[in-house]
């Protein structure tokens, strides 16, 4: 029977390295959550293709739960000092934003427009169950970033835990940029499979390979 080390090992090379997908469930327990590090923020997913924010996704316990719904476009915010309408101004200076900002805001809902206001808080990440982890690491190292690679720079066991220092490189499909990214991966296993993940990914140095900037908020 394998290590825990060697399972993990194993998951780098098939899953990622070979882009054998289809061996996920031989790792992974049906049960398995990736687990989200909490933070500050209103507790909302956006997709902003198309010139319009629709939201995609409310992290249960947020400030945004009961308020906001899956579906509800964002039309407009604005705080105590002033508003903004426009697809730009709202990528820039409402989905950016640290503790305590307050806004209201007015979104799109079937056929109604509803006002609501939210303040941004801290809570517990949005955790991702097994089918939505697995969906979500195809579509990342098939379409995003098909030449994905991975490589175990350290791995560290400890009964049921291990952890590894995993260096990703790859070049995004869209944007054609090259990138060379760290995470730390958390896992927790129970009779040969993952039951639980903690990934801590360095998104920001990889949004910065490929050419994002960081904005800083109006003060």
């Given at each position: 029977?394998?290590?825990?080390?060697?399972?993990?090992?194993?998951?780098?090379?098939?899953?990622?390295?070979?882009?054998?997908?289809d061996t996920w469930d031989q790792y992974f327990s049906q049960d398995y959550i990736a687990?989200?590090?909490?933070?500050?923020?209103?507790?909302?997913?956006?997709?902003?293709?198309?010139?319009?924010?629709?939201?995609?996704?409310?992290?249960?316990?947020?400030?945004?739960?009961g308020k906001l719904q899956v579906g509800d476009e964002l039309l407009w915010a604005e705080?105590?000092?002033?508003?903004?309408?426009?697809?730009?101004?709202?990528?820039?200076?409402?989905?950016?934003?640290?503790?305590?900002?307050?806004?209201?805001?007015?979104?799109?809902?079937?056929?109604?427009?509803?006002?609501?206001?939210?303040?941004?808080?801290?809570?517990?990440?949005?955790?991702?169950?097994?089918?939505?982890?697995?969906?979500?690491?195809?579509?990342?190292?098939?379409?995003?970033?098909?030449?994905?690679?991975?490589?175990?720079?350290?791995?560290?066991?400890?009964?049921?835990?291990?952890?590894?220092?995993?260096?990703?490189?790859?070049?995004?499909?869209?944007?054609?940029?090259?990138?060379?990214?760290?995470?730390?991966?958390?896992?927790?296993?129970?009779?040969?499979?993952?039951?639980?993940?903690?990934?801590?990914?360095?998104?920001?140095?990889?949004?910065?390979?490929?050419?994002?900037?960081?904005?800083?908020?109006?003060?």
């Amino acid at each position: 029977m394998k290590s825990n080390t060697e399972i993990i090992q194993d998951v780098i090379e098939q899953v990622v390295n070979q882009k054998r997908i289809d061996t996920w469930d031989q790792y992974f327990s049906q049960d398995y959550i990736a687990r989200g590090a909490p933070y500050v923020g209103m507790g909302l997913s956006v997709d902003s293709s198309g010139n319009k924010h629709i939201i995609d996704g409310i992290a249960p316990g947020s400030p945004a739960e009961g308020k906001l719904q899956v579906g509800d476009e964002l039309l407009w915010a604005e705080d105590e000092h002033q508003r903004w309408a426009t697809y730009e101004d709202i990528s820039q200076h409402v989905l950016q934003g640290g503790r305590g900002s307050k806004y209201r805001m007015g979104v799109r809902r079937g056929n109604q427009t509803l006002e609501c206001e939210v303040t941004r808080g801290l809570f517990r990440g949005l955790d991702t169950d097994n089918d939505q982890a697995k969906s979500d690491m195809q579509e990342f190292m098939t379409k995003q970033i098909p030449d994905l690679t991975a490589t175990t720079k350290q791995i560290l066991a400890d009964g049921d835990m291990v952890v590894c220092l995993l260096e990703y490189r790859g070049t995004h499909a869209k944007f054609g940029r090259k990138a060379v990214w760290r995470e730390a991966w958390f896992a927790r296993l129970s009779e040969g499979k993952i039951v639980e993940g903690w990934p801590i990914i360095d998104e920001s140095s990889y949004l910065r390979q490929l050419g994002y900037q960081l904005i800083p908020p109006s003060t």
